[in-house]
Nanobody, 127 residues
Framework: QVQLVESGGGLVQAGGSLRLSCAAS????????MGWFRQAPGKEREFVIA????????YYADSVKGRFTISSDNAKSTVYLQMNSLKPEDTAIYYC????????????????????WGQGTQVSVSS
């Protein structure tokens, strides 16, 4: 079993920054890509950003381009989500997820294609 544990959420004013972490542990798994999704109250879970373990290719939702960045530390099996210029509409529970399918990763936006999920961390942005 693979465990994903997020940390770093909190409350911040608009224009502020937060850094989320997602640490992966457990049995060996196909290290293809890691993604971040978010879900706001009353809305569906949506793709935010992702990165491949092997070559660091990154994929962004249009809503976060220029504000959010993702990075990874392979030795620590950890990915980081740096969120800058936060807006109230970024308020949501943020989940990290592991894409472990043995295929070329193309930045899947579909939550159903990710096999393991963290418990989520709340990000709240006040106006």
């Amino acid at each position: 079993q693979v465990q994903l544990v997020e940390s770093g959420g909190g409350l911040v004013q608009a224009g502020g920054s937060l850094r989320l972490s997602c640490a992966a542990s457990g049995r060996a798994f196909i290290r293809n890509a890691m993604g971040w999704f978010r879900q706001a109250p009353g809305k569906e879970r949506e793709f935010v950003i992702a990165i491949t373990w092997s070559d660091g290719r990154t994929y962004y939702a249009d809503s976060v381009k220029g504000r959010f960045t993702i990075s990874s530390d392979n030795a620590k099996s950890t990915v980081y989500l740096q969120m800058n210029s936060l807006k109230p509409e970024d308020t949501a529970i943020y989940y990290c997820a592991a894409f472990t399918r043995p295929e070329y990763y193309r930045g899947s936006r579909s939550a159903e294609q990710y096999d393991y999920w963290g418990q989520g961390t709340q990000v709240s942005v006040s106006s």
